[in-house]
């Protein structure tokens, strides 16, 4: 456990990044690849929203733990929780897919503060 609450801010940092990836490359594959034609790849793939929830909320609960800075602690929480109901909301509004890509930013911009923050601690 001691291992991935120090690993976790780098943890949340690559799922973020590869969220953003994710949602950045979708529609280009969607519209110009036959390979998600398949429907059982095609749903595979877009249910990946679901494991990099999962894995920020992973990510965020450990780096929490040792954060030192109570904002730091909020904004993370804070962040998580709008990523997710953007991502789950996504269907609804193309602005919950916009609002989806500001929340993986600002997870990212807050698991960098507490790796700073911590950095400095010792």
Request: hydrophobic share 55%; proline share 1%.
């Amino acid at each position: 456990m001691a291992s991935l609450s120090s690993k976790a801010d780098y943890i949340g940092i690559t799922g973020s990044v590869l969220c953003i990836i994710h949602c950045l490359i979708t529609p280009i594959l969607l519209i110009s690849s036959s390979l998600l034609a398949d429907r059982t790849l095609r749903i595979g793939f877009l249910s990946l929203d679901y494991v990099f929830i999962g894995v920020n909320i992973v990510a965020v609960y450990f780096a929490t733990r040792r954060a030192s800075q109570r904002v730091v602690k909020v904004g993370l929480w804070f962040f998580l929780g709008l990523f997710a109901g953007a991502l789950l909301l996504e269907d609804v509004h193309e602005a919950f897919e916009y609002l989806a890509y500001a929340a993986s930013a600002g997870l990212i911009g807050f698991h960098l503060l507490n790796l700073r923050a911590h950095d400095h601690t010792h």
